[in-house]
């Protein structure tokens, strides 16, 4: 079975500029949670979608944001980029949402590296 | 917010030895991950806790759910090369419904 894949893997862009990230979950895995990694803050929760829907938001501006297709796909989106905004951008896909039951198993994709200059 | 708390932050061991790290909360988790990374890729989960008291294995890894539901530790036995990397604990608090994951330890193995 497939892992979750994430496009590009390398990006770099500069301040004022917006990015999209793709990711496509492992098969049959409905729920898709994005994560900010840095050095100073490590692994830090985005945002996570559910059947097309936003079901929880981490503490970040608005100017990140997401969305999820019918197909299970996602997309996050990150608008007048800053300094800041450099580092990892992580997917991580389950088969049901956080609390939903029994699975809080998160399996994680390689990773978007972005570079803001 | 929650915070995990992982010790140590980074070691240095000789292959072959056997290696210990732990993680911490102020507040009770219902569950406890155990992930590790290597560098330039996404974390891997290597094991799920779901019941305090609980012991799991996956090969030379060991996780135990702390009884007091405010700990995890993982311990890795007779460690090789590969092992080297980023262990992170992970867990959602009780009522959150997001993960909170701790800094990390890095671990280092001379061989």
């Known amino acids: 079975k497939a892992g979750v894949t994430q496009t590009p893997r390398y990006l770099i862009k500069t301040r004022g500029q917006q990015v999209t990230l793709s990711c496509s979950p492992i098969s049959g895995h409905r729920s898709v949670s994005w994560y900010q990694q840095t050095p100073g803050q490590g692994l830090q929760f985005l945002f996570e979608?559910?059947?097309?829907?936003?079901?929880n938001k981490g503490n970040f501006p608005g100017r990140f944001s997401g969305r999820q297709f019918s197909n299970s796909r996602s997309e996050m989106n990150v608008s007048t980029l800053e300094l800041g905004d450099s580092a990892l951008y992580l997917c991580?896909?389950?088969?049901?949402?956080?609390?939903?039951?029994?699975?809080?198993?998160?399996?994680f994709g390689p990773g978007t590296r972005l570079t803001v200059t | 917010g929650q915070q995990l708390n992982q010790s140590p932050q980074s070691m240095f061991i000789q292959e072959g030895e056997d290696v210990s790290m732990n993680c911490t909360s102020s507040?009770?988790?219902?569950?406890w991950l155990w992930y590790k990374q290597d560098p330039g890729e996404g974390p891997v989960l290597l094991i799920a806790l779901y019941k305090a008291g609980e012991l799991t294995s996956n090969g030379r890894l060991t996780a135990q759910f702390g009884i007091t539901r405010k700990d995890s530790f993982l311990n890795i036995s007779a460690s090789i090369p590969s092992d080297v990397g980023i262990y992170f604990c992970?867990?959602?608090?009780?009522?959150?419904?997001?993960?909170?994951f701790g800094k990390g330890t890095k671990l280092s193995v001379i061989p």
């Open positions: 979608y559910f059947s097309e829907t936003q079901r």
């Open positions: 991580a896909s389950s088969l049901a949402p956080l609390l939903a039951g029994d699975s809080y198993e998160q399996y």
């Open positions: 992970a867990g959602p608090g009780a009522g959150s419904y997001q993960l909170t």
């Open positions: 507040s009770i988790f219902n569950t």
